[in-house]
């Protein structure tokens, strides 16, 4: 048994053992989730040996990789950290020294792809190229030197044979549904192992943009506009917003496909409506200060980007101002409700499933690490809590939620719902019985027609 010791209430996280089986690793990270030890333990005792190394930070530290030893090494490993303000590799041994920072810049790995067969250079993908993309590079471990292995603009997911001696590359863009080649060691294609065809050729879908705009800070956010099919400037036109904006999301990317919604997207789009969606500050990947503004404050900082989102389509003759709409689900849900109650009513209809009402119902790791304790942040708990705004609800707002929702708790819209009803306020709720934190099977088709029927009758 290992002897993790004191405190209890503490995350156990990233376990590894090295590869002689003598040694087993562990970060430790305490409760308030901004202080890591990664810890060396003998197998043999369950002792610790030593603390190789700590990470500390006013916001959060957030371990979410163990620890890669090096190919036919005991005492060699990489780690993935984002203690400069980036996700990059970090090269030590097993007593603790730091050898080298392997990858460095104002980019993130997403992914790590492996050895070569040398073990002197890694595989990754990441963000360099730009942060909607994805592309795949070879690192000298030794220099830190990049070798760019994919070419074309989108999404890219690489993988290479035991040997090095090919690649398959399969991407997408926001104009290529799917290409799958086949690459040398020199990365030239030698064949082309599928060009899909358009799966949406025989709808009649309107353009699609990418673009940034700037927030009150001077902050680039990038958003995605879908039209109508037969959009007319002259005319105006109301929108929904597609929102999420929470850890660990990217909504924007140069992808032809971009989640599980993309359809019924371009369906509204065919009924008149303009489609919005804008990554928000907390999202990921944009380094470490983006990702931890919302630290303390969920649901505020969220807003103010969005809001700029608003503002940005009230400036082009061709929006509604008075027809805005919202969508999402879960942390989307969060936001589609915070949208309706703490915009002064920009917004007129809101419909989301799943939705965080107060983060006290939430779990524990996840809400803490970003908001602390209740006890420790009792005013960013009030300040996020929706039940403090439901005496602004003038608009039309729908409410979902699966009853057996094991990932958002049926408490927190139950809560709302009775909320509601002691102020007076109207609200549409349904929930979806025995469901949980999504709505499946044949049920999926009342969803969608009931959110569909929503904004077509409200919006």
Known sequence: MLKTGEP???????????????YFFIAHLNRDQNHM??????????????????????EFVEPLNPMIFLPNSNNRFLWLSERDGYNHFYLYDTEGKLIK????????????????KTGKFIYITSTKDSPIERHFYKVN???????KITKEPGMH??????????????????????VINLLNKKYEVVKNLLTADNPQKEIKTGETKIFTIKNEEGIELYCRIIYPPDF????????????????????VLNTFGFGSYQLWFKMMAQKGYIIFELDNRGTSNRGSDFAQSTFRKLGTIELKDQMAGVNYLKSLPYFDENRFGVFGWSYGGFMTTSMMLRTNNTFKVGACGGAVIDWKFYEVMYTERYMDTPQSNPDGYKEASLLNYVQNMFGKLLLVHGTSDPTVVWQ?????????????KPLDYFPYIGHGHGVSGREALHLYNKITNYFLDNL
């Open 412 to 424: 927190n819209t139950l809560s709302f719902a009775k909320r509601a009803a002691e102020l007076n």
């Open 101 to 116: 920072q392997v990858t460095q810049g104002k980019w993130v790995i997403t992914s790590f792809n492996g050895f070569d």
């Open 37 to 58: 030890q990664f810890i060396k333990y003998d197998v043999a005792s369950g002792e610790q040996v030593k603390i190789l190394f700590e990470e500390k930070d006013n």
């Open 141 to 147: 471990i030794e220099s830190g030197k990049l070798e």
């Open 157 to 178: 997911n690489v993988q290479k044979s035991s040997n090095d001696e090919y690649f398959i590359d399969s991407f997408n863009s926001l104009k290529i549904p799917r």
């Open 8 to 22: 209890l209430d503490q995350y156990l996280t990233n376990l590894a053992w090295s590869p002689d089986e003598k």
């Open 232 to 251: 007319d400037p002259s005319k105006k036109y109301p929108v929904i917003f597609y929102v999420y904006g929470g850890p660990h999301s990217q909504g």
